[in-house]
């Protein structure tokens, strides 16, 4: 773990800064974080950005409303986006944002979190971390958008086609 790292809810300034920081990364970058902006300020989210020496490193969000049906039909709160620059990787960063959601999970009495994590090799580092802090997948399946895909399906393999995974507090 980094010493000089912290983790803080986004505020109005890091708007502008965390959508050049995501260039490449998030599609509709200003828009996306001034979304993101207004669904924090109405407690449907938390966005929570890691800096080493105030340079931001990395974010993620904590949804308390995931559009995944199974997870907010039992009100468990999703991870999404994790996102951690390559300058900062294998650092302890990815680790340290999904530490402070479950943190907001137990402080809000939620029993389990969610995650949902591609199932492409791009994804191989992040399904092997989320296992290693004892995520395991929820037993639907593979899903497409979040929505549950059948046998036989022809989808796309990218950032879409997701496990969902669960973790008990």
Known sequence: ???????????????????????????DDDDYFSYSLDEQKTGRRNVLIARVDRKIAGYVHYNRYPQYQPFRSLRIPEIQDLYVDLTYRRMGIGRALIEACEALAVAEKASEIGIGVGVAHDF??????????????????????????SVGEVRPVDNRLCLMMVKSL
């Open 1 to 27: 773990m980094i010493e000089d790292l912290s983790i803080d809810m986004m505020q109005e300034d890091d708007v502008r800064p965390l959508a050049v920081f995501s260039l490449g990364h998030v599609d």
């Open 124 to 149: 191989g580092t992040a399904q092997r971390l989320y296992a290693g802090l004892g995520y395991v997948p929820d037993g639907a399946g593979v899903v497409f958008d979040r929505t549950p895909i």
